[in-house]
Structure formats: C-alpha cells, structure tokens
C-alpha cells in the first residue's frame, strides 16, 4: 500500500508539476485481476481499486494500518464501475451491476470482490475513512441514489449528481459519496468552485475515452493548478483546495469525502471572478 502525504498551502505553490502529481494524483489505480490499496494521510483516507477476473479478491489488512482486519476501525464504500459483479461480506453475496454501490460498516472481517464474468469484469472503486460507529452494510442501486440535475448547456456544464451516501441516503460514520454524470456536449464540473476545510474530497474520474483527458484545477482560489488526469485516475484535495476542471469530452466521477461533518451542502463558494 502506497503512502501519499499531503502538502500544506506554504509548501504547495512552490512544487513542480511531477511534485503535484506525485502528491496529489493517484494514478495507479487499475490493474487487472489486482486489487491496489493507497493510503493518504489527509483524514486517513484510503483509495483502492479490485478488478477481479477468474478468481475472487480478498480485502486485505494492510500492515500500514496495524489493525487485525480492514474494516476494525474503518467503514468503506465500493462503487462498481464495470461490468456485473459481487461483493461477499462474510456469507452474504450483494450483486452489483455498473453504478451500483454497496457501503460495508465497521467490523466486517471477510470481504471478497469477484466478477460475474471476464468478458465483461466487475470494476470496484473503493474509498474508505476511519469509523467511530457501525453501521449496516448497504446496498443503494444507481436507480435508488438521489438524482439532481444542475448546470446548463449554455454553460458546458449540464450535469447530473447522484448521491449514494450521505444524510439523506445510506447511513455512515463520517464517509460521503455519489457520482455525477456530464451529459453530452458538457465538460465543466464543480464551477462555480468552493473549498470546505471541514471535509477532504477524493475525485476518481472514470469513463473517459482513452484518447480524452481532464484537466483538475487545484489549490486555493486565489493560486490555483491543474493536473491532467487520465481514465481511472483520482485527485486528492485537502480542505483548502478547490476541486473543479473541465474535460475534452463528457465524462463521469466519484466524489467521496470524510471529516467534519456529513452535509453535503456545507462550501465556501469560490466566485468566479476573484480566482487566479
């Protein structure tokens, strides 16, 4: 499991652009037939990726977290972003189909990844925070996440949100997430962007074509950066950084968050106009 370790907004506007990668870009996500695990010390965040083929993936208990299985002190969430697959928490199987998600609380030892078939292989994203509380394990299909739709295609940025877990939808400790959906002939997401110091955000973009690219803007308002990102590639913002960008072409992420609080709407709006 790789250790990421964030910058501070001293360190950050003198970094290079393989010292932003480095720090704030998880690019090695997806593996076939591998599950990857990434620790980042901002909010004790885990990112991961399972992409099973013939045989099934275990969770496994990274010695990083000195804990006697994964889940002892943590909740996790694992969205699907492949084809149909299972999730086995103990002797229990959750079918997932392409944007489902299932949210497994604290205190869950066996936790196994499989895909129903490897023409077309289950693809789990997988985020988990620290957990003071249990909560039941959770399955919320793409067709029960709350859906809003915002933005225009005047603007570029006609999108729909989904949320899976927050206040109003599948119960967790601290962990928050959903994806939102470009629609056709939109790249912008999250502008007008915010910042909220109360919470960290992981942005994992997926669904880009191979030869499409984001580009993330970061940092605080008044200095920010970019990072391209490529399909399957997630960026880490600290509570200072706004986290918005524009793509090549339409695309889908997931945005997950732990700290603080739970309320989605809780931002500092970052107008337009006073960013540089």
């Known amino acids: 499991m790789k250790t990421y370790l964030m910058a501070d907004p001293m ?15 998880i690019d090695r996500l997806y593996e076939p037939g591998a599950l990857q695990l990434n620790y980042v010390d901002l909010d004790r965040a885990v990112v991961g990726m399972a992409a099973p083929l013939d045989s099934p ?5 990274p010695p990083e977290l000195r804990a006697d299985f994964f889940t002892e ?30 949210y497994i609380g604290r205190g869950n030892p066996d ?13 789990f ?43 109003g939808g599948a119960r967790s400790c601290q962990l928050v997430m959903g994806v939102t959906h470009l629609h056709a002939g939109s790249v912008w997401n999250t502008m007008p962007a915010h910042t909220h110091m109360r919470r960290s955000e ?7 074509p191979q030869d499409a690219r984001i580009l993330h803007l970061m940092g605080p308002p008044q200095e920010t950066r970019h990072l391209i990102v490529s399909n399957c590639e997630a960026a880490v913002s600290p509570g200072w ?4 960008g524009a793509g090549t072409q339409a695309y889908k992420f997931c945005w997950g968050m732990g700290g603080e609080n739970q309320d989605y709407a809780d931002m500092d709006p970052a107008p337009l106009e006073a960013m540089r």
């Open 73 to 102: 002190r943590r909740e996790l969430g694992a969205l699907n972003i492949g084809g149909p697959g299972v999730v086995h928490v103990g002797d229990t199987a959750y079918p997932l189909r392409n944007l489902d998600l299932l």
């Open 11 to 25: 360190r950050y506007p003198r970094m290079n652009t393989q010292e932003l990668r480095e720090t704030f870009l």
């Open 241 to 244: 950084s706004i986290h918005a």
């Open 111 to 123: 936790v196994r990844f499989s895909s129903e078939s490897t023409k077309s292989p289950a693809v």
């Open 57 to 61: 993936l275990a969770l496994p208990t």
């Open 202 to 208: 992981v942005y994992l973009y997926f669904d880009v």
């Open 125 to 167: 994203y997988l985020l988990s925070y620290p957990a003071h509380a249990v909560h039941p394990v959770t399955v919320v299909k793409k067709e029960d996440a709350q859906p809003t739709e915002i933005g225009s295609v005047e603007t570029c940025n006609r999108r729909t949100i989904y949320k899976y877990i927050h206040l």
